[in-house]
């Protein structure tokens, strides 16, 4: 059981260049989140999904786009890369209840650490 | 919307020393609330968790939180801390029903001396 994995663990990137954060689980979680971790400011929420076909916005979700195409996946894509978005990124997924069940407990991925130069 | 404030950024404390760390959120419903921990190279775990019932919660390693609604806040505590207990402890809110956005404070970085 593998749980959240994320790839690449280390990414440098230029300004302008476009790339994808890979997330994928494997316990049949409905529920995945994108956070970055910057220093001083904790985890913030960057985009998040219930299902596929169904993702939303979080805190932060300028300049990231997603999808989930399959329970399992949730990439994180960056269009145009920019110095702000130098970070850590980690992904968490949680299992949900249905109904008007609310959050449950996250499991995290390891991150992705990207700085963009 | 949610909102978690974390009082103290960076703490440093001897070992066997008494630790409360703070937290208020910000929320308009009935919530769910967490604590989780980075332990130096370590993923992001839960430490403990409330989401109804008997405010007051218990967790791994010794440490237990209160919540207390009438103040919104979780505080985080733990009689007697290890050198091992150095970690980043991070709050966080969310809904109690009829949604899944998990939202964090900014972090709390613990420095435990030997």
């Known amino acids: 059981n593998a749980g959240v994995t994320q790839t690449p663990k280390f990414q440098v990137l230029k300004t302008g260049q476009s790339m994808t954060l890979q997330c994928a689980q494997d316990?049949?979680?409905?529920?995945m989140s994108w956070y970055r971790q910057d220093p001083g400011m904790g985890l913030r929420l960057i985009h998040y999904?219930?299902?596929?076909?169904?993702?939303d916005q979080g805190e932060v979700p300028n300049g990231y786009n997603v999808s989930r195409s399959t329970t399992e996946d949730f990439p994180l894509r960056l269009l145009s890369a920019a110095p702000s978005q130098t970070s850590v990124y980690f992904c968490?997924?949680?299992?949900?209840?249905?109904?008007?069940?609310?959050?449950?407990?996250?499991?995290f991925g390891a991150g992705s650490r990207l700085t963009v130069l | 919307a949610q909102s978690v404030s974390q009082h103290n950024h960076h703490v440093i404390l001897s070992e066997a020393a008494s630790l409360e760390l703070g937290c208020n959120y910000s929320?308009?419903?009935?919530?769910?609330l967490f604590w989780y921990v980075q332990y130096p190279g370590q993923h992001l775990q839960l430490l403990l968790k409330?989401?109804?019932?008997?405010?007051l919660v218990k967790g791994i390693k010794g440490f237990e939180a209160e919540f207390i609604k009438s103040k919104f806040s979780f505080n985080l505590r733990k009689p007697s801390v290890q050198w091992s207990d150095t970690a980043e402890y991070f709050c966080?809110?969310?809904?109690?029903?009829?949604?899944?956005?998990?939202?964090f404070g900014a972090g709390t970085r613990l420095f435990v001396k030997a």
């Open positions: 999904s219930v299902g596929a076909g169904i993702t």
């Open positions: 929320y308009g419903g009935t919530v769910n």
């Open positions: 409330y989401f109804s019932g008997d405010p």
């Open positions: 966080a809110v969310a809904p109690h029903t009829g949604g899944f956005k998990t939202i």
């Open positions: 968490a997924s949680s299992y949900t209840t249905g109904g008007l069940a609310g959050a449950n407990v996250l499991t």
């Open positions: 316990m049949n979680h409905e529920y």
